[in-house]
């Protein structure tokens, strides 16, 4: 498991020296499926709450493609790469948020493999909003349009060996079988995420497991 605190702190204190300076800070945490993004938003939205910060969480997932969608442009099965998304769609809700206004999103309801619209309002009095999803620092058009766009960002640098690991335990737990768990990690999780390590944008903060060069760095040029 990472040690949160040693990625939220740092983080922490950038969004504190950004809020300082605007009315409202814009946060991308990105890295590949399975890196641990939602749980280092949740935990970090806990911290700046504490901290007087009001703080919401967006997550990129709600602008998935409908499967029927994806049927229509035979791309079921690549579900979870970036021409899978409504990407337009999205940079153009962050830029909203960017601007301070307030914004309903779209949430994704796992269980049941959909989008709901209009799942989540964003007031207009949010301080930090945290985005978290794959493309979020992502060399390709227009996903690449967001990264001038946080104010502080964040990667979490994952070995593709553990990121294999923790997205078969990821299709188990929603009751797939081991065959199945594995060949849906290996045929379209796995490619996805080496598709974001291969084309990364550079982050102010990289965040790496312990064991390899320390929790964080500052503004890597990865």
């Not at 911290?47 to 969608?69: C, S, T, W, Y």
């Not at 989540?120 to 301080?127: G, I, N, S, T």
């Amino acid at each position: 498991m990472l040690d949160l605190t040693a990625y939220i702190n740092p983080l922490a204190e950038m969004i504190h020296e950004a809020a300082a300076k605007k009315p409202r800070v814009i946060v991308g945490v990105a890295g590949a499926p399975g890196s641990g993004k939602s749980t280092l938003a949740s935990e970090l939205a806990r911290r700046l709450e504490r901290q007087k910060l009001k703080a919401r969480i967006v997550p990129m997932d709600g602008f998935h493609l409908d499967n029927v969608v994806l049927d229509q442009r035979g791309l079921r099965t690549r579900k979870g790469a970036p021409e899978t998304f409504d990407a337009r769609g999205f940079v153009l809700l962050i830029k909203r948020l960017a601007r301070g206004e307030e914004v309903v999103a779209p949430v994704f309801d796992r269980a049941r493999d959909i989008a709901i619209a209009g799942a989540q309002l964003v007031e207009a009095d949010a301080q930090v909003v945290i985005v978290e999803g794959n493309y979020l620092l992502f060399d390709e058009a227009p996903w690449s349009e967001l990264a001038r766009i946080w104010d502080v960002s964040a990667y979490l640098d994952v070995p593709l060996p553990e990121l294999r690991a923790r997205l078969i335990a990821r299709w188990l737990g929603h009751g797939l079988s081991r065959t199945a768990a594995t060949q849906r990690a290996t045929y379209n999780d796995v490619p996805n995420a080496q598709r974001v390590i291969d084309r990364v944008l550079p982050a102010d903060l990289v965040l790496r497991p312990a064991y390899e060069s320390g929790p964080a760095q500052q503004r890597s040029g990865i």
